[in-house]
C-alpha cells in the first residue's frame, strides 16, 4: 500500500515538473516582464505630470524667512524628472524588446 502512495506522489510531481502552477518559466518571465512595462508606463505617465508642473510654475514655492522664491527654483528638479523620464523611455524599450524575444520563435538556423 505504501508503494502506491510514493508511486502516486511521484507521478505527481512528475507532471509539475519544470512548471509552477501549471505555467512554464517562459510564461512566467513574460508575464513578469508584462508587468513590469504596464509598472514603467504608469511610473511615466506620473512623471510627466510633475515635469509639467515644474515647468509650468503651478508649484508655490514659499521661504521660512519670507522671502522670494531663487530664480527658477524649479529647474533642476524639472531637470532631475526629465532625466527619469528619459530612463523610464529606455526602460520600457528594453522590456518590450525582451517580450519580444520572448515571444518569436527561435530560428531552426541558429546554431
Do not use: C, W
Not at 512595462?37 to 510633475?50: D, G, P
Not at 533642476?76 to 528594453?94: K, M, P, R, T
Amino acid at each position: 500500500m505504501t508503494e502506491n502512495v510514493v508511486s502516486f506522489e511521484e507521478k505527481r510531481f512528475e507532471l509539475l515538473a519544470g512548471t509552477i502552477f501549471g505555467r512554464s518559466a517562459e510564461e512566467l518571465n513574460a508575464a513578469a516582464i508584462r508587468s513590469n512595462i504596464e509598472f514603467a508606463r504608469n511610473e511615466l505617465k506620473l512623471v510627466q505630470s510633475y515635469i509639467d508642473l515644474a515647468y509650468g510654475a503651478e508649484i508655490a514655492i514659499t521661504m521660512i524667512d519670507g522671502s522670494g522664491p531663487p530664480l527658477q527654483a524649479l529647474a533642476h528638479l524639472g531637470n532631475v524628472l526629465s532625466n527619469y523620464e528619459q530612463v523610464l523611455f529606455d526602460q520600457i524599450a528594453s522590456l518590450e524588446h525582451q517580450l519580444e524575444m520572448l515571444d518569436s520563435p527561435p530560428d531552426e538556423d541558429e546554431d
